[in-house]
């Protein structure tokens, strides 16, 4: 390999996942060398090099505008800047205004940046679908002739028998036939603890088996999976054109029939009602698509919105596009998800009750002497708490798991059993607490011992460890921080049960709580919230998150925290995981609307004053050029006031 072929191929891959771009970049370059050429009086070299622009940076917009006016019978403003442009070029030649050539240029160049934007967006929607898709497995493990053989996923037949292993990921919903295991379904449900499942329950695709292997049975065709409707949920809510883009796409379609249709008159009329000659006719015609171009009127907006993205990345929020940056401060509901957004999504252990004659640190310490023999999540935290309480743990001997009760084994020549109430033969005072402490949404774990050592020796309870998912130590603040912003409807949405979620949204003020959902059920509930409150944001992290997080008016993931999916599907992403940093980007997202208000206003101004002024005969060519680059420049300067904090 040479020095320089591995720069020459990476120009290649980008220029073919990026063709808009390259096109832009290439028309930008030409523009600034053939106003260069100009000044230095190099006439036969820039009139050799603009129209490279103009073929470079304009064919896109000439093809889409002929496109939809041949088919569709509509003129767009693709066709109107390109009718502009090449308008003040012929201008520039006939009146040796060469300029004039350098201005349609710009013009053009314009549009081929928003043609590069609209590329990259739809580039970020297909990546989003194949993160989705990487998720499933590509094969399955098939019982069949009493062996096993691996079978393509899209293969699979209702009736198929299924063998999974431990740690593997499911391959397609199926129900257990054979087997127990603990099943992460966070991905798919929210769920923040692994879900107990045995025989005749069913498991989703694209979960992860835990400790036991498990032989299912297909019962549906793996095209109706969960995971399968996931993905066909976020390709529907993407793909799908907001209104705003719709009256956005009819307003430019209209202005442009305005604009040619005013056009046409003033090229035509003043001869025969004002006495006009026809070159002053033309001239002023042409004077006319030239200021009437909306390059004020797009300026009004990018660059205010551009600047707001570099604001928000600087206090660590990725707007990935502007519109989005509008629409958040148009926001007056967020629904949130629990598991991973308002709460850590790690299990800790929140309390130790230990029975009479024992302590705290006594129940701990032979509890995750114990535990460090399993690979359930509450047994993880169980350790991790011992581990920060620097507490010595012994060896564990004769370890045995009870499926769907506990574990026991043997510290310190001691029976150490730990499990639910009726797997240490529990009953004690600690019933009622423990009673209370699963109301609030904590999973209770029992732990006992023995000094025997027959075969059916008697268990002591030694105390009880509630372990739960945390809240985030900002949550609360931001809910309050929300609502003294005006955002009047705060909801939650979780797979988990409505104990917990229940529990959790006391502890944070939030009134309006959705539980159990499956994915499909927040899509449903994102689209019911936005019948009532219009402008919705979905604040998520899960993979399970993904279809809502598209149907929503922003979708918004946590940075550090977010599935690939999640951060794929978003429109906003909280880099740091910092919840407080909503009320920022709200706040952004209002000041970014001002803004544009402003601009917009002041564009339509000039635009109407330089209209009057022409008609009257008061200015000439280039004074046209001045007001319409001197009101583009202005309203882009006024957009860059979103760069301060």
Same mark, same amino acid.
């Given at each position: 390999?040479?020095?320089?072929?591995?720069?020459?191929?990476?120009?290649?891959?980008?220029?073919?996942?990026?063709?808009?771009?390259?096109?832009?970049?290439?028309?930008?370059?030409?523009?600034?060398?053939?106003?260069?050429?100009?000044?230095?009086?190099?006439?036969?070299?820039?009139?050799?090099?603009?129209?490279?622009?103009? #073929?470079?940076?304009?064919?896109?917009?000439?093809?889409?505008?002929?496109?939809?006016?041949?088919?569709?019978?509509?003129?767009?403003?693709?066709?109107?800047?390109?009718?502009?442009?090449?308008?003040?070029?012929?201008?520039?030649?006939?009146?040796?205004?060469?300029?004039?050539?350098?201005?349609?240029?710009?013009?053009?160049?314009?549009?081929?940046?928003?043609?590069?934007?609209?590329?990259?967006?739809?580039?970020?929607?297909?990546?989003?679908?194949?993160?989705?898709?990487?998720?499933?497995?590509?094969?399955?493990?098939?019982?069949?002739?009493?062996?096993? *053989?691996?079978?393509?996923?899209?293969?699979?037949?209702?009736?198929?028998?299924?063998?999974?292993?431990?740690?593997?990921?499911?391959?397609?919903?199926?129900?257990?036939?054979?087997?127990?295991?603990?099943?992460?379904?966070?991905?798919?449900?929210?769920?923040?603890?692994?879900?107990? =499942?045995?025989?005749?329950?069913?498991?989703?695709?694209?979960?992860?088996?835990?400790?036991?292997?498990?032989?299912?049975?297909?019962?549906?065709?793996?095209?109706?999976?969960?995971?399968?409707?996931?993905?066909?949920?976020?390709?529907?809510?993407?793909?799908?054109?907001?209104?705003?883009?719709?009256?956005?796409?009819?307003?430019?379609?209209?202005?442009?029939?305005?604009?040619?249709?005013?056009?046409?008159?003033?090229?035509?009329?003043?001869?025969?009602?004002?006495?006009?000659?026809?070159?002053?006719?033309?001239?002023?015609?042409?004077?006319?698509?030239?200021?009437?171009?909306?390059?004020?009127?797009?300026?009004?907006?990018?660059?205010?919105?551009?600047?707001?993205?570099?604001?928000?990345?600087?206090?660590?929020?990725?707007?990935?596009?502007?519109?989005?940056?509008?629409?958040?401060?148009?926001?007056?509901?967020?629904?949130?998800?629990?598991?991973?957004?308002?709460?850590?999504?790690?299990?800790?252990?929140?309390?130790?009750?230990?029975?009479?004659?024992?302590?705290?640190?006594?129940?701990?310490?032979?509890?995750?002497?114990?535990?460090?023999?399993?690979?359930?999540?509450?047994?993880?935290?169980?350790?991790?708490?011992?581990?920060?309480?620097?507490?010595?743990?012994?060896?564990?001997?004769?370890?045995?798991?009870?499926?769907?009760?506990?574990?026991?084994?043997?510290?310190?020549?001691?029976?150490?059993?730990?499990? =639910?109430?009726?797997?240490?033969?529990?009953?004690?005072?600690?019933?009622?607490?423990?009673?209370?402490?699963?109301?609030?949404?904590?999973?209770?774990?029992?732990?006992?011992?023995?000094?025997?050592?027959?075969?059916?020796?008697?268990?002591?309870?030694?105390?009880?460890?509630?372990?739960?998912?945390?809240?985030?130590?900002?949550?609360?603040?931001?809910?309050?921080?929300?609502?003294?912003?005006?955002?009047?409807?705060?909801?939650?949405?979780?797979?988990?049960?409505?104990?917990?979620?229940?529990?959790?949204?006391?502890?944070?003020?939030?009134?309006?709580?959705?539980?159990?959902?499956?994915?499909?059920?927040?899509?449903?509930?994102?689209?019911?919230?936005?019948?009532?409150?219009?402008?919705?944001?979905?604040?998520?992290?899960?993979?399970?998150?993904?279809?809502?997080?598209?149907?929503?008016?922003?979708?918004?993931?946590?940075?550090?925290?977010?599935?690939?999916?999640?951060?794929?599907?978003?429109?906003?992403?909280?880099?740091?995981?910092?919840?407080?940093?909503?009320?920022?980007?709200?706040?952004?997202?209002?000041?970014?609307?001002?803004?544009?208000?402003?601009?917009?206003?002041?564009?339509?101004?000039?635009?109407?004053?330089?209209?009057?002024?022409?008609?009257?005969?008061?200015?000439?060519?280039?004074?046209? #050029?001045?007001?319409?680059?001197?009101?583009?420049?202005?309203?882009?300067?006024?957009?860059?006031?979103?760069? *301060?904090?």
């Amino acid at each position: 390999m040479t020095p320089n072929s591995l720069p020459i191929s990476r120009l290649w891959r980008l220029a073919a996942e990026h063709p808009d771009a390259l096109t832009a970049a290439l028309c930008g370059i030409l523009v600034i060398l053939g106003s260069l050429a100009l000044q230095f009086g190099w006439l036969g070299l820039a009139v050799f090099i603009l129209p490279a622009a103009y #073929v470079i940076g304009g064919y896109s917009s000439t093809r889409e505008g002929l496109t939809t006016l041949f088919q569709e019978r509509e003129l767009d403003v693709d066709l109107l800047m390109i009718v502009a442009a090449l308008g003040a070029a012929g201008l520039g030649l006939w009146r040796q205004e060469y300029h004039l050539i350098v201005d349609g240029a710009v013009l053009i160049l314009i549009f081929a940046i928003s043609g590069a934007l609209e590329g990259y967006a739809m580039q970020r929607t297909e990546r989003s679908i194949r993160s989705l898709m990487s998720l499933t497995a590509d094969t399955a493990r098939v019982v069949m002739y009493g062996g096993e *053989r691996f079978v393509a996923i899209d293969k699979l037949e209702i009736g198929d028998y299924i063998l999974v292993k431990p740690g593997e990921i499911i391959p397609t919903d199926a129900i257990i036939i054979e087997g127990y295991s603990a099943i992460d379904q966070a991905s798919i449900t929210g769920e923040s603890m692994p879900v107990e =499942k045995t025989k005749g329950d069913e498991v989703y695709a694209g979960t992860i088996n835990g400790v036991g292997a498990l032989k299912l049975e297909v019962h549906k065709t793996p095209e109706s999976s969960l995971i399968q409707r996931v993905i066909r949920l976020v390709q529907e809510a993407q793909t799908a054109a907001p209104p705003s883009q719709m009256f956005v796409e009819k307003f430019e379609r209209g202005y442009a029939k305005l604009i040619v249709g005013l056009g046409l008159l003033l090229a035509t009329l003043p001869p025969f009602v004002l006495g006009w000659n026809w070159e002053e006719t033309i001239y002023r015609a042409l004077i006319f698509l030239v200021v009437a171009s909306p390059c004020a009127l797009m300026a009004s907006i990018m660059p205010a919105l551009l600047s707001g993205i570099a604001n928000g990345a600087r206090q660590g929020i990725l707007f990935k596009s502007g519109a989005q940056l509008e629409m958040i401060g148009k926001v007056r509901a967020i629904a949130f998800d629990k598991t991973g957004t308002l709460t850590t999504g790690k299990p800790e252990v929140i309390q130790i009750v230990p029975a009479a004659g024992y302590t705290e640190t006594e129940v701990l310490q032979l509890a995750a002497a114990l535990e460090a023999h399993s690979e359930h999540a509450i047994a993880s935290s169980i350790v991790s708490a011992a581990h920060q309480q620097q507490l010595q743990l012994s060896t564990a001997t004769d370890v045995q798991a009870k499926i769907g009760q506990g574990i026991v084994g043997k510290v310190n020549n001691q029976i150490i059993a730990i499990g =639910k109430a009726e797997f240490v033969e529990a009953t004690s005072e600690l019933t009622q607490i423990s009673q209370q402490l699963q109301a609030e949404g904590k999973t209770v774990v029992w732990v006992a011992k023995s000094d025997g050592v027959g075969p059916s020796p008697v268990l002591r309870l030694l105390g009880i460890i509630a372990v739960a998912d945390t809240l985030r130590p900002e949550a609360a603040a931001t809910v309050k921080r929300l609502q003294k912003l005006g955002v009047e409807h705060i909801i939650m949405l979780t797979g988990d049960n409505e104990q917990t979620a229940q529990h959790i949204a006391r502890q944070l003020g939030i009134n309006e709580v959705y539980a159990e959902l499956l994915p499909e059920d927040k899509v449903q509930a994102i689209k019911q919230l936005q019948t009532q409150y219009q402008t919705v944001a979905m604040v998520g992290d899960g993979i399970n998150d993904a279809p809502a997080l598209a149907q929503a008016s922003v979708g918004i993931a946590m940075g550090i925290s977010g599935s690939d999916v999640a951060l794929e599907t978003a429109d906003i992403v909280l880099i740091t995981d910092k919840l407080e940093q909503l009320a920022k980007a709200i706040s952004l997202g209002r000041r970014a609307q001002k803004v544009v208000k402003q601009n917009i206003v002041f564009a339509l101004s000039c635009i109407v004053l330089l209209l009057a002024a022409n008609f009257f005969g008061n200015i000439t060519m280039p004074f046209g #050029v001045i007001g319409h680059e001197g009101s583009t420049v202005i309203v882009t300067l006024s957009g860059l006031r979103l760069l *301060r904090n």
